[in-house]
């Protein structure tokens, strides 16, 4: 069991270079456990980050620490504690399900009695009933990808990397299968790094985020206040006559944007004040007021295309 | 879909080592090679290898008496590496590319296992199913001359370490050489077709160029004829050979070194995570 104390995982200063090119430079973020959304567009660095994290490959600067663990002094300490559902097909045909997950429970180091156990388990868990005594040479897209978090679970690590879990998926199993990663998220003592680019996946299913652009961190921290605090304007839902409340703002030097029972403004400071005399003066009354929340995909398009700046602390 | 997630209330179970995982993974593959070609080749092996041991054997003891250099005979000709480099196809093959081609490679590497533990675990079930041919006949061929009577066993126990000896010589070689072919391509097929046809082109094309320069040195591009070198001088046989044994068995552990190394360079760039 990971203390509660201790982050997920560390960066402080990392960098790495392929070459002279440079995949990561300068990340540092304390993750705590929980469901972490790792997000940027492609050649951003998630992969990198990814295999550093697993102790795949060295940084070439900085410190990373997963559990306390320095991934490239102990691989092997740090992939114990950690699960890998990969984005693309990594399944053997001709073994079935159950023998599958199984063995990749003994590689994870359980004893083969636990694994064959758990290996049922866990196939109960995401809905191969029967079909786990079938080749996985006649499974469809989807119980493949079940599978596939079937074994990244089957060792009951601390940590998963789930690297795109709904690509290739129709919508009910996109459902299901967030549905499944909703279930995971909420146990005790277990964290997921979801890397995928469906961000309406990580709204769903994220308690904070990782961005990252051009091997620079770009944010990274809980998601309700990213998304609330990239977000200029402000919603007002109100009840009256929306064509005098809306001409006595512009009447004032307000700009503001009706959709429906709701207008979006900007607001200068003490602007509020405005916004209730302009009520008052148009017989409105003002329900609420209030930050307006982004989506996940606002905060990635206006931070993705932002001028690159030196990343935040 | 179950109502719940599995929650395991009970103690974490203590995780078995490196030494366990490496068990698991070698323990698949020597099972996952066994078929009906691999079982068709050890019976082949060991029914034709077997029955020339016994008759040799029986013949010589009508003749004075079989030493260890009667042994060689099963050596003579190149039935036996044939029939080990057959079975080497079958079962080293797919033992890499079928992992490559699958992709299952980046799972396994994602495990707490280290790269020489999964190149270590294939190799070594290969060899368990190459040292099932190349070695198994030789020894059971001595024990059933020593049982029937045919030779004294200040005899037989010579005649099985030096079996011991070139046998575990080819299995090397030819464990090297699946585990490098299969390592370099995604199918199992070009693989096998890899080994035959560098085996085969080299003992070809070795005893063509020496028949037609008369330049013995050829023969070392020839796998077979470099074992036939090293197990005469192993067997004690005193014949002429067309190679030095000495740097037949060297070159033969040198080209299986150099193939181990580049199969696990090759494999050093799989890319577990987003390939």
Same mark, same amino acid.
């Given at each position: 069991?990971i203390p509660?104390e201790l982050?997920?995982?560390?960066?402080q200063?990392?960098?790495k270079?392929?070459?002279?090119?440079?995949?990561l430079?300068?990340?540092?973020a304390?993750i705590r456990p929980g469901?972490i959304?790792l997000?940027?567009p492609n050649g951003a660095?998630?992969?990198?980050?990814?295999?550093?994290?697993?102790?795949?490959i060295?940084?070439?600067g900085?410190?990373? =620490?997963?559990?306390?663990y320095?991934p490239?002094r102990?691989?092997?300490?740090v992939r114990?504690?950690v699960?890998?559902?990969?984005e693309?097909?990594?399944l053997?045909p001709?073994m079935t399900g159950?023998?599958f997950v199984?063995?990749?429970?003994r590689?994870?180091?359980?004893?083969k009695?636990?694994a064959?156990?758990?290996?049922?388990?866990v196939?109960q868990?995401?809905?191969?009933?029967e079909e786990?005594?079938?080749k996985?040479?006649?499974?469809?897209?989807?119980?493949r990808q079940?599978v596939?978090?079937?074994?990244?679970i089957?060792h009951d690590?601390p940590?998963?990397?789930?690297?795109?879990p709904?690509?290739g998926l129709?919508?009910?199993?996109r459902?299901?299968?967030?549905?499944?990663l909703?279930?995971l998220?909420?146990?005790?003592?277990r964290?997921?790094?979801v890397s995928?680019?469906l961000?309406?996946d990580?709204e769903?299913?994220c308690?904070?985020?990782?961005l990252l652009?051009?091997g =620079?961190?770009?944010?990274?921290?809980?998601?309700?206040?990213?998304l609330a605090?990239?977000?200029a304007?402000?919603v007002?839902?109100?009840?009256?006559?929306?064509?005098?409340?809306?001409e006595r703002?512009v009447?004032?030097?307000?700009?503001?944007?009706r959709?429906?029972?709701t207008l979006r403004l900007t607001?200068p400071?003490?602007g509020?004040r405005a916004?209730f005399?302009?009520a008052?003066?148009s017989?409105t009354?003002?329900r609420?007021?209030?930050?307006?929340?982004?989506?996940v995909?606002?905060?990635?398009?206006s931070?993705?295309n932002a001028?690159?700046?030196?990343?935040?602390? | 879909?179950s109502?719940?997630?599995?929650?395991?209330?009970?103690?974490?179970?203590p995780?078995?080592?490196r030494?366990g995982?490496?068990?698991?993974?070698?323990?698949?593959e020597?099972?996952?090679r066994?078929g009906?070609g691999?079982?068709l080749?050890v019976g082949?092996s060991?029914?034709?290898?077997?029955?020339?041991?016994?008759?040799?054997?029986e013949?010589?003891?009508?003749?004075?008496g079989?030493?260890v250099?009667?042994f060689y005979?099963p050596?003579?000709s190149?039935?036996?590496?044939?029939l080990?480099?057959i079975?080497?196809?079958?079962?080293?093959a797919?033992?890499?590319?079928?992992d490559?081609?699958s992709?299952?490679?980046?799972l396994f590497?994602?495990?707490?296992?280290?790269?020489?533990?999964?190149l270590g675990a294939?190799?070594?079930a290969?060899a368990?199913?190459i040292?099932l041919?190349?070695?198994g006949p030789?020894?059971?061929?001595?024990?059933?001359?020593g049982?029937?009577?045919l030779a004294?066993?200040?005899v037989t126990l010579?005649?099985?370490?030096?079996?011991?000896?070139s046998?575990?010589?080819?299995?090397?070689?030819?464990t090297?050489?699946?585990?490098?072919?299969?390592?370099v391509?995604?199918?199992a097929?070009?693989?096998?077709?890899?080994m035959?046809?560098?085996?085969?082109s080299?003992?070809?094309a070795?005893s063509?160029v020496s028949g037609a320069t008369?330049?013995?040195a050829?023969g070392?591009?020839?796998?077979i004829v470099?074992?036939?070198?090293s197990?005469?001088a192993?067997?004690?046989?005193?014949?002429t050979?067309?190679t030095?044994p000495?740097?037949?068995?060297?070159l033969l552990i040198g080209?299986s070194v150099l193939f181990?190394?580049?199969?696990?360079l090759r494999?050093?760039r799989v890319e577990v995570?987003?390939e």
């Amino acid at each position: 069991m990971i203390p509660a104390e201790l982050p997920l995982f560390e960066l402080q200063g990392v960098t790495k270079e392929f070459g002279v090119q440079p995949a990561l430079s300068g990340l540092s973020a304390r993750i705590r456990p929980g469901t972490i959304g790792l997000l940027g567009p492609n050649g951003a660095g998630k992969t990198t980050l990814i295999r550093l994290l697993m102790g795949l490959i060295p940084p070439s600067g900085g410190a990373v =620490r997963v559990f306390g663990y320095d991934p490239s002094r102990n691989p092997l300490e740090v992939r114990e504690r950690v699960g890998y559902m990969p984005e693309h097909d990594c399944l053997i045909p001709s073994m079935t399900g159950v023998g599958f997950v199984a063995f990749m429970g003994r590689l994870s180091g359980l004893p083969k009695e636990t694994a064959i156990g758990r290996a049922h388990d866990v196939l109960q868990f995401v809905g191969i009933h029967e079909e786990r005594y079938r080749k996985i040479g006649e499974y469809s897209v989807g119980m493949r990808q079940r599978v596939k978090l079937a074994q990244a679970i089957v060792h009951d690590p601390p940590l998963c990397f789930l690297d795109e879990p709904t690509a290739g998926l129709d919508p009910a199993g996109r459902a299901e299968m967030l549905h499944l990663l909703q279930v995971l998220s909420q146990l005790p003592h277990r964290s997921l790094v979801v890397s995928t680019h469906l961000l309406p996946d990580v709204e769903g299913l994220c308690d904070e985020i990782l961005l990252l652009n051009a091997g =620079r961190l770009l944010a990274s921290g809980a998601l309700a206040p990213l998304l609330a605090g990239h977000s200029a304007e402000t919603v007002i839902r109100f009840k009256g006559d929306a064509e005098r409340f809306t001409e006595r703002l512009v009447a004032k030097g307000l700009l503001p944007r009706r959709e429906g029972s709701t207008l979006r403004l900007t607001l200068p400071a003490e602007g509020e004040r405005a916004v209730f005399e302009a009520a008052y003066e148009s017989g409105t009354q003002v329900r609420s007021l209030g930050r307006s929340v982004g989506t996940v995909e606002e905060l990635f398009l206006s931070l993705v295309n932002a001028p690159l700046q030196e990343a935040p602390p | 879909m179950s109502i719940s997630a599995p929650r395991y209330a009970a103690a974490p179970v203590p995780l078995q080592g490196r030494e366990g995982r490496v068990l698991a993974l070698f323990t698949r593959e020597v099972v996952a090679r066994f078929g009906w070609g691999t079982g068709l080749v050890v019976g082949l092996s060991y029914a034709s290898v077997v029955l020339i041991i016994v008759v040799s054997a029986e013949f010589s003891s009508i003749v004075g008496g079989p030493t260890v250099g009667s042994f060689y005979f099963p050596y003579a000709s190149p039935i036996w590496p044939f029939l080990v480099l057959i079975g080497a196809t079958a079962v080293g093959a797919g033992c890499i590319s079928e992992d490559l081609g699958s992709r299952s490679i980046t799972l396994f590497l994602s495990r707490p296992i280290h790269l020489t533990d999964y190149l270590g675990a294939k190799a070594s079930a290969v060899a368990f199913w190459i040292g099932l041919m190349s070695i198994g006949p030789g020894l059971l061929g001595v024990a059933l001359v020593g049982a029937l009577g045919l030779a004294p066993l200040s005899v037989t126990l010579p005649a099985a370490a030096a079996y011991l000896a070139s046998g575990l010589l080819t299995t090397l070689f030819f464990t090297a050489l699946a585990v490098l072919l299969s390592s370099v391509t995604t199918r199992a097929l070009y693989a096998g077709v890899g080994m035959f046809g560098i085996t085969l082109s080299a003992e070809i094309a070795g005893s063509a160029v020496s028949g037609a320069t008369g330049n013995s040195a050829v023969g070392y591009v020839s796998p077979i004829v470099d074992l036939q070198s090293s197990a005469s001088a192993i067997f004690q046989t005193g014949a002429t050979t067309l190679t030095v044994p000495a740097a037949s068995a060297a070159l033969l552990i040198g080209a299986s070194v150099l193939f181990f190394l580049v199969a696990w360079l090759r494999l050093s760039r799989v890319e577990v995570v987003g390939e």
